[in-house]
């Protein structure tokens, strides 16, 4: 650790990558990615039915004092996700309608943040996405210095300035970005399969039958009988 | 205990019971069950304004491993819901829209589960009903066995097969089949009872008046005063 | 303590201060009363979109006993807010539309109650707004007596009757009577400054630039460096 | 439901039993049962290095009410173990050192309680073992009826009079008095196995090697690396 | 509200009132105060058979900024208790030996910390009493303000600078300045009544007897069967 | 990700850079360390008075399945702590007294895990080290693959093989192995500091005067008053 630092230019993966995972959804990157990078469900969105896909712009807070979501602002790219974690556990609301108002402007898709939110009411009405650990109104102060743009744990995930973030109704993923192109194949592939899937479970076909299931209860010992009285 | 069993066919209650116990909502229900039967309010839903009744098919799954509820597919008949439990504590996602599209193409009338679901979006899309602990996209494996069709309990209470299960924007309580018929009687003659009340304090009568609290409150020695000085 | 009592008359603040501060909403109230008075985040509206402001009538029950409830309906004015402690931590359903339908047709304005409430369709339906700590429809009894009308502790905030109990979408906050012209002054003030803020973050301008963070950042040391490899 | 009632006789499982199961300790006889009956984990002893063993008397009180657990006293025999379930969650201090001095005069073994306790200075000093969810002062009054010696669920776990409960500083099992007598041959034969892994242990053999595990890593695609560079 | 304020001299309860409520214990004081003044049960000692009271000297905090602990020891007087909440929930570890130290040397009775504290082995050996949220060595700042000897709500309790602070195994009871002498007084009369009621369990007497609970379950309706065949 | 792996060897820190930072404790390192590395404090020992350190064997398993940590015995070196985390939240108790006498056999010097561990009883008997989430005799099966001995989260901290592990009654902090060298020097630093400190307010001067407070607390507005009268 050499102190806090803002690091002003991140690598960021292409559009395109970006575009097709978040068109996947969470469920679907979660398992493209090897079922990791999933935040802890305790992150929530404040409003539903919107996903949004994008890279992290990381920001690391002290608990109660939002300075550096300002700092982050100036960093921030168009499409970027501004993702937030504390030094330590806190619900104050650190972001209202006039942060939203400036990472609107230039651009930003959305936040994730380990933190409470306030002004919810504008921001759904702005529509700007938000993810959060909770609905806060708590103030907080602008005098302990962070960090911007430097590896974070998020809700129990590691997350690098660039990976790419998925957010939907499911919660929030994150793909590191060296495998976000790998990811990208495996999701589309596993969107084909599922929808597949799909077509047959609409069809009738049990699960129990395509997975191959019933053989393998059959080898782990579940017997099947016609009654509770057969139990 | 006999290992891991799937029970193919349980008694279920007569239809018009399960019909009246739905329309008469969670709430009534509780009361008409005797205050009985109401599952930790940690079990919401994942969709605003929706209600259902239907007799219980249980599952009980090991943490993390969703292959018994493809088993519980099999054993599902229309109106059915589907209840399930893990043998301890877990929010991982154990059902999606896959697994809803299989349920609801076999006439299941929702599920209530004690762990996760994810696909939120497509479940509310599809309109399948949902109450669960957790929205959560983590992934699930096929390796452990569980049980269908067996007594389980469910965030506090024991349910067994074929038990009547109500859900609403209230939660979700359950009613023993055996006392089903004799709840729902409860429950009407609730719901008559409620009407009236609700017509007398629309006009402006006081709960207090004809509850008898003004007395009661007498007998066990609450002071009414005119300002706070008087206390 | 000189046991139970219920104050029927208590003092209220202006009319006109109390919509002012309704208008300006939780987080804004929050900041102009110096970040005093908000209430945990764990009390939720059961509805969105909805903002109320009124004179705390305030209750203090036993856990899992509503009966001081239908005794505060005797004292609610038109345009009060019903706020609700219970002497140890409890989610039972206290609430339901029986109350509320009560409550509605004397002119209350609102609950706030850190405890349960039932029947929130009803309650929703009849747009009788509600923040409350659970939705349960667990029953309670009438049985043990409370207070109505004495200073509560709410959720971390004391509460005195008269205060004023502004919530919305972000949560509760509470004016002491005293301080509320005061308050509401200061809010009123921060509104206007707040939208000339929003003005110029609209415009592009950055909250780094303007609330002086550049130098206090670097006053703190935080280094700004131009890619991670120079960190 | 037939409302609240005190049930004077219960069916007891037989001493020597109790004892050997009380011995083996609530891990051994979790799974000894199939992995079944283990009260979640919020329920825990006030004390250390404590175990015990008895058949249950269970009492299901209204929250923050202890009228039910003087009823208990009376129907308590000798070795006995009290269970208490509440209607609702609650941490009231139900329990305290004059009911533990009731209790010990009339040879019950220990408490294990769904909700508060308090006096625990006392109570360790008493020698009277309890498990509780929470150690809280609060007191609680005697105003609303509940029921003994019926079947009641408590954390997770259905217990019905005389089930044998074993508690111990890793919690609290209960065993269905029907299982008892299997369940604690189960756990004699458990506790020599386990005595003979643990000498294999001691002297150095892996778990991986006398489990079979290796195979069976190597089946689900485990790789076996030298170092992080070979990954 | 007029900013942050430090209050140099408080009125204080005299000292045999003092140690009289502390002899007497939490729950005692608790009933003696008429159920009032008990903190929430999160608030919990780390260590056992530790007793203490003394008067409150109140510290309101920041989050994560433990600057007021350091002005706190300057008006602290032999025999009081700091008792510390935060503007918003926090659980770093604000208080250590260092400051333990200084407030043992000022003759600081002891310490009540809605929030963390950290050296807890060296607390445990100095004999410097603590009662906290949490166990946590997450450090803190000096950055932001707050206030020494005001009103504050501490986990569900409203404190004044001098009221009396009894904690012991149960937890952490306030009482009012103003009732202290009157509460002692109860607490005398309550003691000697357990004493009584003690020595009556112990030579076998029911509760359900003397405390004339028979006739009250029957009257609630409470039946007494004699075997669970006769529910 | 390239799937399930057990790395067999890792790079170990020098032993007297673990020695000292194990001496210096876990406030004193995550301080010597810029405040980071600490684990949330839900992670808690269940042992008192017990301080460990040594490298990090990272175990990664998924929930309810202990299979890896058989794996990881093979790869543990005397002195090694083992850290296991799971890919999803659990607290099944997944280790117990078989496998500490496995692990102590090879020279392990302790346990962080977050889910549950049980036998808490024979493991404080055995005297071996202990962190966890939970105590829970929840039984596990050996089911499904995870890793040994790559990078992991737990509980907030990104752990990397060979990481300083310090564990103490404080909880639980985590030196990066390329920081270790620096961090020692700093912790003995701080040690050396902090004794000084230590003696000054021994002898009665405040940390008021020596941090230079008294000033701080003008400039940030902090006013100082007699009496509350002044306020």
Redesign the interface.
Known sequence: ??????????ERPAPDVVSSLAAA???TV??A????G?L??VI?PIQ??V?IGGPAVTVLC????N?ML??A??VVQPGDVLVVAT???????MF????A??LA??GCAGLVIDA?V????DL?EMGFPVWSA??????T?????G?V???I?CR???IE?GDVVVA????V?VVALL?AEKTRAAAVERLAK?EK??ER????E???DF?G?RQ??DE?????????G??
Chains 1, 2, 3, 4, 5, 6 share one sequence.
């Open positions: 650790m050499n102190g806090p630092v803002i690091v002003r230019t991140i959804g969470v469920a979660h398992e990615a090897g079922r990791t999933l802890d469900p929530r539903e039915g996903s002290p608990p109660g004092d300075m300002h700092a602002v100036e030094t330590s556990a806190s619900t104050d609301g209202g309608d006039l942060l108002t400036s402007r230039h409470g306030r002004d919810v009411a759904r909770a609905i806060h109104a708590q103030g102060v602008k005098a302990t210095p960090s743009n430097v590896p744990v129990g995930v590691r300035p939907d109704d499911d919660g993923v495998s599922e899937t799909r479970l609409r069809s009738g049990l699960g129990l997975y299931l393998k209860l782990l010992g579940v017997r099947w009988v016609d009654t509770a057969d139990v």
